[in-house]
Structure formats: C-alpha cells, structure tokens
C-alpha cells in the first residue's frame, strides 16, 4: 500500500460526498427559484390582492383569482381529514393496542401495500365506485366535495396509520400499567392516558396526511368535476389549486401559464407551512 | 381498516378476469401496453441511475464523514423540505427546467432527471437509517486493522447496511412506477417506443390515467391498473423481504 496515493483517495473521496451531500439543497434552491421566477411577475403585474382573493379564473382574459381554488383546496382537506382522520387513528390504536401479533402481521403489510398504490388508481375506483354511488342515492353529477374527500381520505390514511403507530407505540408501557392498576378498563386506559401522551405525534400524523391530501393532483381531478366556483354544498363540483396547474398546463402559454405557476407559488407556501408545522410538533415530541 | 382491505382485494380480484382476457391482444397487435411497460422500466433505470449514487453519497456523508454541525442541520433541512414538495410542484419545475430552459423538450431524459430529484429524499433517509443502525463495533475493528475512512466504508459499513439501502430503493422505484402528474409534464405522453434518451414516452401510471380519464377503455384500464397494482405488490414483497432479514439480523 503506498500511503500518499491513500490519502489523496481519501481527499478525493471526502471532496466528491460533500458535493453529493450538497446536491439536495441545490435542488431544493433551484425549484424555489424557478416557481419563483415564472410565478410571481404575475403577483406584481396583476397584484396579489386580484391573484388570491380574486374570484374569477379566466387567464385569456387577465383575471387570475384563485379564491375558489384556495378555498376549494381548504374544503377538500379538511373533508380528507374528517374521513381518513378518525378512520387513521382508529385503525392505529386497534393495531397497537388491540390487535394479537397475528393480525398485525398481516395488516402492517396491507397497509404498506395501500401506501404504494398510485393515486390515478384511487382517483380511478373513486370514479367506478363512489361516484355512482352518489349520483344514484344523493343527486348531483357525483363528482363532488364528497367523492373527492372520501377518494383523498381512503388515501391519506396510510400516512395517518403509521405515523399515530409510531406515537402511540412510543408511549411507555408503564403509564398502560399504572392506568390498569388503577382499575380503569382498557378503553379507559387508551383514550384518557394513551391517546393523550400520544397526541403531538398524532397531531403530525394528520398535519402530514393533510400535507399530502393538498398536494394531490390527479386523483382529484378525476373525481373533483372540476367547476370553476366555490361548491355551495357537499355536493358541489369543485376545482383545487393542483387541479388547475394539471389540467391546464398542456396548452398554456404565456400569461397564462404564469398564472399556473402563480398558482403553484401558493400552492408550495401552503404545502411548506404544512410541512413546517409538522416538523415543529414533531420535535416537541422528541424534546419533551 | 379490514373493510378496505376487503374491498381493494376484491376489487383486485374483479380486475383480474377483465385483465387476463384483454392482456394477450393489446400486448403486441395494438401496441397495447408494452411501449408503456418499456418507459417506465426505462424511467425507473435511469431516475435511479442518478439519484441512487447522490442519495448515497449524501447518506454516507451524513453519517461517516461529518459530525452533527450546523451544516448536517441545514443538509437535512433541505432533504426534509424536498420531501415535503408535491409531485405537480416537480412537474412545474421539471417543465420548466429541463424541458424549456434545458432545451431537452418532453423526454426519458427530462423525466428521469425530474423523478430522480423526487425520490432522492426518500433514498437518502433511508439509506441513512441503515447505516446509522451498523453496529460502531464493526468501524472500530476495522479502523484498527488499518482501514481507512473509505475502505471502512465500502467494504464492512456498506455490505452490512446493504438490506436496508436495497429496501430504501425499492420503495421509491414504487414511487416512480406510481408518478403521474411530474411525469406527464417532463416525459409527455406519446405512445411511441422510446428508443433513445430525447424520445418522449408514456409510462404505466399516465397510460392509465389518460386511458380512464379520457374513457378510451374501461377494460384496458383495468388491465393496466392491475399491472400497475402488481408491479407495486411485488415491489413491497421485495422490500419487505429484504426489511425482514435486517429485523431478523440485529434482533
């Protein structure tokens, strides 16, 4: 072995990994940087009051107002939310709490298996299943605020089982045994002592579903109808702000597609502070 | 949860008789799915051709070759914050930069390039978490033979932590199979056999996705989505075997 060859390698080697290690955050910069770029001319041109609060889309004509697609992305969440929500955390309390080790050998699996399905696939049994559903029993077209919170809801659940898991996994085993001893059955147990240890973790479990149901693209826009208006009932047709970037991008140009990038400004800022969110509750946890 | 489960099998089940009687005539004859099967395969190839080795570099970086600084800190930070980005932000950006500014037009190479950066974060946190979890006894033995920081690294942490990587790999493979909407602004959607790097292609996931949206065919979207489903099964069995061997071996 000759020593300096060995030590220029290991230079060399160091150099090329902090460079590799670098690349990351060069992504991360470049993507902000050219959303930016493309998108917030328009903010200026057109102003950012006209942009956000602005109720009418029409981008051959210059009104660029995403309201109803900012409040349509809120809508369409918070639907996801109240339907994967307490589907997520039951799901994870019977598998930490309740289930034997056989049932959890066959569940964790299946739920990493409903975590890997593509969207287009949920989007496309939202449609064969639940829009027909709706249109035949409660009226409408069917695809509404409902078919895409029940679409988005069945999808972030693997998101929300896991992570609720992993919380309600991390809670010691001693504050279950002091509840036990105390007399308290273990339903008492799990929702007075377990759940509520357990709860910023949980927290980040919905923060994130919530993350991914807003970031959602595809699946939405086969199950969404998407109008152009703020839906008036859970009924309604309805139109998010990934919607709009995918259906309209192909043709674009332009003004027009500035405001498609706009849209992902607003997009990405609500998405990072979602993410931000989830981090901070995160690291409480780790702290406390 | 065992409802859905139920349903998803189910509806696997109900998808497979269409699927088996549609696959042997669209196969070939139509040019049915196979240039579709070929893109994504190609598409896979080479997004891991370029994330796989930054990924691990980034990941051995993290944890061989620095201590927690302030640095590493920022590193995770830009990973974590990578992750967090939607997939139709990609696309915009991967529209955007490579195929305008870049010049390289709907292509493998812009769809490659974009989904690499998509599923970087994914392999580097993993591959991180199986290295962290190679015992520091192993280091220490080998550093006291002579070994040097590299040569510690490749021949006694990286075979150790090899499952875990492979496992890290696996999953985002399913996530490039599963990418709709970066992909259809990056690769377009031509239906055409890819045959070099600039060609357009359509893969698996937007074959499908234009198939049920458009109403081309309902039975053809069964049979594509159940491909699609299989892929991923087979996927997560491998990941999963390879998860199993790790619980198995420091356990």
Redesign the interface.
Known sequence: MIFPNTAIKERVVSLTLTIFAFSSLVFLFLIFLFILIEGLPLFFKVGLKHIILGFKWAPTRGSFGIFPMIVSSCMVTVGALLIGGPLGLGCAIYLAEYAGKRGRMYLKPSLELLAGIPSVVYGFLGVVYIVPVIREYLGGSGFSLLATSLVLGIMILPTVISISYDAIMSVPRSYREGSLAMGATKWQTVYRVVIPSARSGILAGFILGMGRAVGETMAVIMVAGNALKIPSGVLEPLRTLTSNIALEMAYAGGDHRMGLFSTGVVLLIIIMMLNYIANFVIRRRVLK | ??I??II?IK?IANLNLEFILAFPQDMGRHGGIFPSIVGTFCLVLLSLLFAA??GL??A???TE?TRESRLTT??RF?????A??????????G???FVI?LKMGWSLLAGSLTMA?MI??TI?RTSEEAIKSVPVNLRRVSYSLGG???ETTTRVVLPCAAPGILTGIMLSI?RT?????AV??TMGSSLRLPTTLMDSGRSL?VH??IL??EGISLEK?YAT?LV??LI??A??AVA?YFMHRITSKYS
């Open positions: 949860m065992v859905i489960c998803f509806g080795p930054l570099g980034t051995i970086y993290l070759y920022l590193i830009g990973v974590e914050s990578l967090g980005v939607p997939s139709i932000i990609y696309g915009l950006f529209f955007i930069f500014k950066i970087l974060p580097i040097t920081r590299w399913g199979i599963s990418e709709t909407a259809i602004f996931a499908f996705y049920a949206r979207a989505a699609l489903v991923i099964l996927i997560n999963y």
